[in-house]
């Protein structure tokens, strides 16, 4: 994939400046919306209203559900690990009377269920990968008709250890990502 697009047209979403310093891709476009789907939301939307993005690209660390898992991943399919309605009848993931559930990008790439919690045990919905982050930013660019592509650096197992092996890592894929954002612009 080469993205043929001006650099200023692109906005890349990263959680937390420690996953990726502005100065390391001064070239490009970096905001950072804090922790969660709610920040993440509100700040591609302030985004999209100020700057009107052709592409808004995420990138973030995530806990892998796969033993084999390491490195940087482009993810292409994207679920609420969090919305639990099986109660009412609903799948797990799946959010009451809402058209939109799990979105894909029909691209190459890894699943990834997003929640509002860090993950420390298999969750009752099972991905490749989770993080807490990128389902929203999947759903606000869907609904806008905004290009998206996320990758994601597996930072830990999602397992017991995987406060510890986050706080680590949390800086360790900024490199990969540069690396390969710049093959796509090149």
Do not use: H
């Amino acid at each position: 994939m080469n993205l043929n697009l001006n650099k200023d047209k692109v906005a890349i979403i990263v959680a937390l400046e420690e996953e990726l310093p502005r100065d390391l891709l001064p070239e490009f476009n970096v905001f950072y919306s804090g922790v969660g789907k709610i920040n993440a939301t509100y700040k591609s939307l302030e985004i999209i209203n100020e700057f009107n993005p052709k592409l808004i690209i995420n990138y973030g660390t995530a806990g892998s559900l796969r033993e084999n898992l390491n490195g940087l991943y482009e993810v292409s399919d994207f679920f609420q690990r969090d919305m639990d309605a099986s109660e009412l009848g609903f799948k797990v993931g799946e959010t009451p009377l809402d058209s939109i559930n799990n979105i894909s990008f029909d691209r190459k790439g890894l699943s990834c269920g997003t929640g509002d919690n860090f993950v420390i045990s298999e969750p009752k919905l099972l991905t490749d990968l989770v993080d807490m982050e990128s389902y929203a930013l999947a759903k606000v660019c869907m609904i806008k008709k905004i290009d998206f592509i996320c990758f994601k650096y597996v930072s830990d197992k999602a397992d017991r250890n995987a406060s510890k092996n986050w706080k680590e890592n949390v800086s360790s894929g900024k490199n990969l990502f540069k690396e390969k954002l710049l093959k796509l612009f090149n």
